[in-house]
Structures are given as C-alpha cells and as structure tokens.
C-alpha cells in the first residue's frame, strides 16, 4: 500500500511540477517501463502490456497462442495457455504478470531516462503549441539571467533566450527587471532555447504605438513601413484612411504623450514620423526628412535605383551621421537611393526638374486612370445586379390594375444615381483634401521672429503712449452718448388747453393744502 501511494504521490508530483496532463506522465512511465522489461529480458522485440491502476504498475509480458512453438519469448501452446485462460483461442494474446522489483540497474536507469526524455519532448510540444501562434507579438517577461553572449528571459511557462544582437546597445540589462520584448522564433526541435525573443525588431515600435494609440489599433491609422537602428533612430510612415484624422498628430498625441511615453520604454531612441504617399517622390522627400529634396528622378544605372536632388546645404542633412538618414531612407522604401547636390547634377549637366515634372505627370495621369477605372467598375457592379421581383401568382392578395414597371427606366434611374453618389463623395474627398493640405499651409506659414527684452520694452512704451488718445476717444463717445439721452426725454404728451387748467389747479391745491393728521411740530427740532 505504501509503495501504490508512494507512486501516485509521484506521478501527482510530475504532473503539478511540469505542469503536464496526466495521460502524458502515464504514457510516459508506461513506455519506460516497457523498453527496461525488454532490457531485462534482453529481447528488444518481445510483447509487453504495462497498466497503471488506482497508482499501482502492473506489468504483463504477452505471447501468442499457437499450435506449434518455434519461439518460448514470443509464443505459446494452446494447451499452456489455456492453463492460464481457459478461455484461450488460436492467435490471442495471454499475458503473464512480471514482477518488475527484480529489474538489474542499467533497466532501472534506462527507465529514468526514457521518463526524463518523455516529459522533456511534452513539454517542449506544450511550449511549442503555446506559442507557435505568437509570434510578432509582445509579451512581458522577467531576466533570469545575464550572459556576456546571451539574455534569459521567463514569459511565463517558458524560459526565452534574448541573443546580445537583438539586444539594444543603449540599455543595461540587470536580473529581476521586467521588460516587453518581442517573440520572434519558436523551435520545435532544438537542443538549445526553444523560444527566441527581442528588443532590436521593428515589430517591438509597432506593438508599442498600437498600444499607446488607439486609431492604430482600431485600424484608422495604418503604420505603413518601419525602418528602425536600434537605441539610435526610427522612421515611421503612417497613412489614414479617414481623411478628417491627421495621422501624425494621433501619433504625436497631446502635448506629444504618446510618443513620449515609446520614447521612455525605448530609453531614449528618436522616432521620426511621417505620412506615406503612393507617391515615390513625395515618399522619399519625407522619409529623409529632416532635409527637403528637390526632386526624385530614377536612376538608369541602377536597378530599382532613384536619384535624390537635395541642395547644396542640405546635403550632410540628408546624408546623415554615417549614414544613417539615408541608410534608414533606403530600409523604409526598399528603394536603392543615390543623394546628390544640386551643383553635381548641374556639373553632369542632367536636367533634373524636367524629368520629376514628367515622373510626375505620369503619376498623375496613372492615379486618374485607376479612379476612372474604379468608377467604371461600381457603375458596371450596379448595372449586373438583377432585381428580384414577386410575380403576380406567388403573391395572394387582391388587386385592381397591375402596375407595369419598365425594368430599363429603373436600371437608368439606378445608374444615374449612383453617378450622382459618386460625384458627391467625390466633391465631399475633395474638400476634405483642400481642407487639409490649407491647414498644412497654415502651420508652415507661421513665422517665429525672435524679440530681444529692449524690442519688448520699446513695444511696451509705445503701447502706453497710444493708451492716452484711446482713452480720450473713449471719452468723447461717452459724452456724445450723454449728450444725446436728453432727446428721448424732450418727448413730452400733448395735452388740450382745458387739460392744462385742470393740471394747474391740481397743482395749486396741492400746495396750498395743509393735512391736519400730521403732527408738524415733531420735526421742528429736526429743521432747526
């Protein structure tokens, strides 16, 4: 009894340890259990049945019954196994039962490590189906431990490996700091780490703005590349598909919160932010921000390469510091890009502004193409839909004269309306679009001067200088306001002659009258 609680405290111990499910630890042990019997019977190919009941193993070595044995391991008599079965039938198996307390020590330790292995390949396909669906995505984790070549990292019901290259330059790991890192490999079969994690990937930049911005997440706001230099820099283009929300604002947040908040987890990387455009060379001029290109023509001696035309004095800006402006510029458009300054293409005698002016009109003449051709697709779309109409014999009701519909005069009106949708959100794009690009022109239009304390003085006492008159002006009106109230009380009632009497000898009466109720003497002390 002890030895039956004994195992199944065991098994029950393997289980909460490894966090397995029970039929994995019992498939296991069984398992060991059959190839150390095989070792001790030293028969790699003989039938063993083992059984785990209420915790206790019971092991059976099995044979098939035939009429004549030729192998004492493998078969057995009819009438033998009838001793053991009465039951027993040609071709079944009988097993005997084996009592495994005798087994030497190379079957003991071949059962060890057949279990170990067993549990060892469970869990790794436990971690596996885990986390297989995982991946590009941001987990949190702890550091176990710090490697001068590698970083261990717990995500919870793994440890994940964190290599020194995908590691940012700019941070000190230290062992119980959390971090967010990203999963980028899981491995099925693999010695070492089967979860491989960083911090060096575009993916960790993207999973941070779709936390902090709630228009990217939703889908509003649509990242459209990511080119990133660990620790140093990153450049972002983002595009919105709802014309009345400025992509780089919602980014940015209020007071640049959002942005702010990426910055600290990055610990200090510069992130540059600015809008996608199907446009090559609009996408170009803003993906080497912060200079400003002049023109983007292709370059014929390269294969997908462009040649950027930047000014004189821009041209270390566009550059960079070693590089990588334009190293970053590259990654993000995928594009092989050359900078040039102006007075090299003049020197190469190229004619650079005729030749954006036709990448441009090309441009343009393709994107109206592909409107018109949009168009024409919903007119046509409309034009196939049948309309499904009830005829008159599956209807039950009554009627006086049937209406006769003209199926082509509603297919035009359809048409025609739809035509009509188009153009109005077409107009309402449209405006939506001038709107945004004169409230761009607004914000570059600002001019901010500088003002020395003495040009602020001066204004200062100008002001108070002008503060004189305005105050005499303000007086004036006033007067003229005061002057001009008595007008309104010129406006009197026009009373006839026999009312004016009637009002003097009222008048009269009235002074000449002496109330007797009043006691006048009271005020006599008061009057002298």
Request: net charge negative; charged share 35%.
């Amino acid at each position: 009894m002890k030895q039956e609680m004994s195992l199944a405290a065991a098994l029950v111990g393997v289980q909460t340890g490894r966090k397995l499910p029970k039929e994995v630890v019992e498939e296991a042990l069984k398992e060991a259990m059959q190839k150390a019997y095989r070792k001790q019977i030293n028969i790699q190919d003989a039938y063993v049945r083992v059984e785990i009941v209420n915790g206790n193993i019971e092991i059976y070595h099995e044979r098939i019954v035939v009429e004549e044995v030729y192998d004492d391991e493998l078969e057995i008599s009819l009438e033998d196994a009838k001793k053991i079965n009465p039951n027993a039938k040609l071709d079944d198996m009988i097993g005997e039962k084996v009592d495994f307390k005798g087994f030497d020590r190379a079957a003991v330790v071949l059962a060890k490590n057949v279990m170990k292995q067993k549990i060892r390949e469970a869990e790794k396909q436990l971690v596996y189906e885990e986390y297989c669906d995982k991946i590009d995505e941001m987990v949190l984790g702890t550091i176990e431990t710090v490697e001068e070549k590698f970083i261990i990292v717990n995500i919870g019901k793994t440890l994940a490996m964190m290599k020194r290259s995908q590691a940012m330059p700019n941070e000190v790991y230290k062992e119980g700091q959390n971090i967010l890192v990203i999963i980028s490999e899981v491995n099925k079969e693999t010695k070492g780490a089967q979860v491989l994690v960083s911090r060096a990937t575009p993916v960790l930049v993207r999973r941070l703005f779709e936390k902090e911005v709630p228009e990217i997440f939703n889908g509003i706001i649509e990242i459209k590349a990511i080119a990133r230099d660990p620790g140093e820099r990153c450049k972002i283009a983002v595009y919105s598909h709802n014309e009345n929300i400025d992509p780089i604002g919602a980014c940015i947040g209020p007071r640049g919160a959002r942005v702010q908040a990426i910055i600290n987890e990055l610990h200090g990387e510069k992130i540059d932010i600015f809008e996608w455009s199907d446009n090559i060379t609009n996408l170009i001029s803003n993906a080497l921000s912060p200079s400003e290109g002049i023109a983007v023509i292709p370059n014929d001696h390269v294969k997908d390469g462009l040649i950027v035309v930047v000014p004189d004095n821009q041209l270390s800006l566009a550059i960079g510091k070693r590089g990588k402006n334009a190293r970053l510029a590259v990654k993000l458009t995928n594009r092989k890009i050359d900078i040039k300054s102006e007075s090299e293409m003049k020197e190469l005698g190229i004619d650079y502004m005729s030749i954006a002016k036709e990448m441009q009109k090309e441009y343009e003449e393709k994107k109206a193409k592909e409107k018109a051709y949009k168009q024409k697709q919903k007119i046509e779309e409309l034009m196939n839909v049948e309309q499904e109409a009830l005829s008159l014999d599956e209807v039950d009701f009554t009627y006086d004269e049937p209406e006769i519909i003209d199926e082509s005069d509603s297919h035009e009106e359809d048409t025609l309306f739809a035509v009509e949708q188009e153009k109005k959100i077409n107009e309402m794009e449209e405006a939506a679009r001038i709107a945004k690009e004169m409230r761009k022109e607004k914000s570059t239009a600002v001019n901010r001067e500088y003002t020395s304390k003495f040009e602020e003085f001066a204004s200062v006492s100008n002001k108070v200088e002008i503060v004189e008159p305005i105050k005499k002006k303000v007086e004036e009106k006033e007067e003229e306001i005061i002057i001009k109230k008595p007008k309104f009380e010129q406006l009197q009632p026009i009373y006839s002659e026999e009312e004016l009497a009637e009002i003097e000898e009222y008048d009269e009466e009235e002074e000449n009258s002496w109330d007797e109720d009043i006691d006048y003497e009271q005020y006599d002390e008061y009057y002298d």
